[in-house]
């Protein structure tokens, strides 16, 4: 059994200072094999708030496999943030990041979905280059053992209904339907502060999007949190893992057999699914 630990939306600067005093016991009783983080590690992207993310991440046990949100470049450097948005999270967290995991349960591969910039008024909302995600979906086809296939990002490619966002991610629809053309299992998310996990059907495959919430101030009705997720040979769970009445709590809120996941069946014939580099812009 491979054990995964899916943090998201820390935000440094505005964290929950006594939920993340008790995180570092509550983990090492889960034994994570993996800790996963799916963006917005600081709130302002500060060279302050990402060395005091450097030094928490630090503490924790085992690998980590990370990638940056929108809250990660530069709030108030506006050059910076259009000639080098990730800049300083390249200087003080991604030396701390693997680059994937694998093992015969699981393979989970990083995206970044974050944006120093988008056209309109809103820059929060992510974007999933297709062409980059046909080159990531080859590779972890390469890395697989034959478990669970994860991609990791911060923006939801869809939002979820019990959302309290509800925006778009740019190219997020057509994203999962890639993802599913692959046969891809899961995306793991962060960015609306609320976790789920939730099965798709985006054609004839499923995949499963699983969101963790939030350890920083900036909830949304709901407690500070993180996700534990189980995987076997046999079946695959996600815990939300809420910090309530001074302590963490973990409830099951997603279990399912691997063979039953609609993302095993059989591919369809090569010239019937694949969408072709070339038609992916």
Request: proline share 5%; aromatic share 8%; glycine share 6%.
């Amino acid at each position: 059994m491979t054990s995964i630990i899916q943090f998201a939306d820390i935000h440094f600067g505005v964290e929950d200072k006594e939920a993340m005093s008790c995180v570092k016991a509550t983990i090492e009783k889960l034994e994570p094999d993996i800790i996963v983080i799916c963006g917005d590690i600081t709130q302002n992207g500060s060279d302050e708030e990402f060395k005091a993310a450097r030094d928490w991440i630090q503490t924790l046990n085992g690998p980590k496999l990370i990638t940056p949100g929108n809250h990660d470049t530069p709030m108030y450097g506006l050059i910076e943030r259009f000639t080098r948005p990730f800049a300083k999270y390249k200087k003080w967290i991604e030396p701390l990041s693997v680059a994937h995991f694998t093992n015969e349960d699981v393979t989970i591969l990083p995206y970044n979905s974050a944006r120093g910039w988008q056209f309109g008024f809103d820059w929060s909302l992510g974007a999933v280059n297709l062409k980059d995600l046909a080159e990531l979906t080859d590779k972890i086809k390469k890395l697989s053992q034959g478990g669970v296939e994860m991609i990791m990002a911060h923006h939801p490619m869809i939002y979820p209904e019990l959302s309290p966002l509800q925006k778009l991610t740019k190219n997020g629809s057509e994203t999962l339907k890639y993802l599913s053309h692959r046969n891809v299992d899961v995306v793991l998310t962060g960015h609306v502060h609320v976790p789920f996990a939730i099965e798709r059907q985006p054609n004839e495959t499923e995949i499963m999007s699983i969101g963790a919430g939030t350890l920083s101030r900036r909830r949304r009705n709901k407690p500070a949190s993180f996700n534990h997720i189980s995987v076997d040979q046999k079946m695959i769970k996600v815990s939300a893992v809420e910090f309530t009445e001074g302590k963490f709590l973990s409830t099951e809120t997603f279990s399912k057999r691997i063979d039953s996941l609609h993302s095993r069946r059989p591919l369809k014939p090569q010239k019937e699914r694949d969408l072709g580099h070339d038609k992916l812009s």
